[in-house]
């Protein structure tokens, strides 16, 4: 915001303007009511808003049932772009949060916008941009798989022969015509998920992607996800297998109890809790000499020998040093292995009664 000082063409009356570089404004003097409009010099800021960056923005969030809160003043946003991975323990409030992004439930308080549109007022159209797959993914029986795709493009006013690409990029092209009534529940998750990306929706919702999928399908899934990432669909997962969610997720928040209790990067999250990475180092011989040398190290927490194996817990500034060490101690290093902190962790951390 810039303030310009303007004189009246015809009374000579000095005025002050406030406004963006590059916005017109309609002024009046207030001497002799001269009406025109005055563009504010400099170029019009082209650094985004918030809605140009954020996908979803949920605030204040809350909902209860029966006088008990499901979701408890829940806020977060999902950056357009990223994989923003949702977590919770069962019954902590992910499938009220999503029911509430898509409206499908009306939460008693906050607010909830898709691409800057408020979902409560204008959620025709917010949800214009959205693929959702639901927790539990449900068609109709009795029609095949192309037969039910066929029928929600239509309603997405999608091609059809997007639907057949779908049904075989997810592993289903030959299911033929059997029925989805007969598919297994790890064919309609695969169902499910082609269905969400019907339309090439620019924000994909998933809850529980992969429940009920086999190794292969899993796989299958989160490279789906990842090619949707790089065409630069927004998504929004939730799931309990926390490997998968660590692998692919830009950032994460987890809500415990109907309470968002964290929200940020894996990598952020563990630094947050201080949680440090673990090395499991395998030696030609353990001696006691070797061991109180890593031991008496500063920075390093915990070590525990198994055979000629030591398992230590160091701050990650000291690895370099616990190599040396035991280097001087006169044992040679056979293997080496480092765990940096796992999503898993954050997770029973962060969820801890």
């Known amino acids: 915001m810039v303030s310009q000082t303007v004189k009246c063409p015809s009374c000579k009356t000095i005025m002050i303007i406030t406004g963006e570089p ?16 005055f563009t504010i010099p400099g170029e019009k800021s082209t ?9 979803i923005e949920v605030s204040g969030l809350r909902k209860t049932y029966n006088h008990v809160p499901a979701v408890d003043n829940v806020s977060f946003s999902v950056n357009k772009g990223e994989i923003f991975g949702f977590l919770g323990p069962n019954g902590a409030g992910k499938t009220t949060t999503i029911k509430s992004i898509l ?13 800057g549109i408020d979902v409560r007022t204008r959620g025709k159209e917010a949800k214009k941009y959205v693929g959702y797959m639901p927790e539990k993914v449900a068609f109709y029986d009795n029609l095949t798989a192309i037969q039910n795709m ?21 592993g289903l092209g030959d299911t033929g015509k059997k029925r989805v009534g007969k598919f297994s529940k790890g064919m309609l998750q695969r169902l499910g998920m082609a269905r969400a990306l019907l339309g090439s929706p620019p924000i994909l919702i998933l809850d529980e992607p ?10 299958l899934i989160r490279d789906k996800i990842l090619e949707m990432k ?32 964290a929200q940020d990067s894996v990598e952020s999250l563990s630094k947050k809790l201080n949680l ?14 070797v061991e109180d040398a890593v031991r008496n190290l500063p920075g390093v927490e915990h070590v525990v020998s198994k055979g000629n194996t030591l398992e230590i817990i160091c701050d990650g500034a000291m690895k370099a040093k616990v190599i040396l060490a035991i280097t001087n101690a006169g044992a040679n290093i056979q293997n080496l292995q480092t765990k940096e902190p796992s999503l898993e962790e954050v997770f029973m951390r962060y969820t801890e009664a």
Request: charged content about 20%; overall charge neutral; glycine content about 8%.
């Open 47 to 55: 650094a985004p808003t918030l809605s140009q960056q954020t996908a």
């Open 150 to 170: 066929n029928f929600y493009a239509e309603i997405k006013h999608a091609s059809k022969q997007e639907c057949v690409s779908l049904i075989n990029e997810l």
């Open 276 to 289: 440090k990475p673990q090395m499991s180092i395998t030696l030609d011989k353990l001696s006691p000499a």
């Open 22 to 37: 590059g916005e017109k404004t309609s002024i009046t003097c207030p001497s002799c009511e001269q009406k025109g409009v």
């Open 210 to 219: 992969s429940g009920g999928l086999d190794p292969r399908g899993v796989v």
């Open 103 to 115: 409206d499908l439930i009306h939460a008693d308080a906050g607010s909830i916008t898709i691409n």
């Open 230 to 261: 790089k065409k630069g669909t927004t998504i929004f997962v939730s799931s309990h297998i926390l490997s998968e969610i660590q692998e692919i997720c830009d950032r994460v928040g987890i809500i415990n109890k109907g309470v968002l209790v």
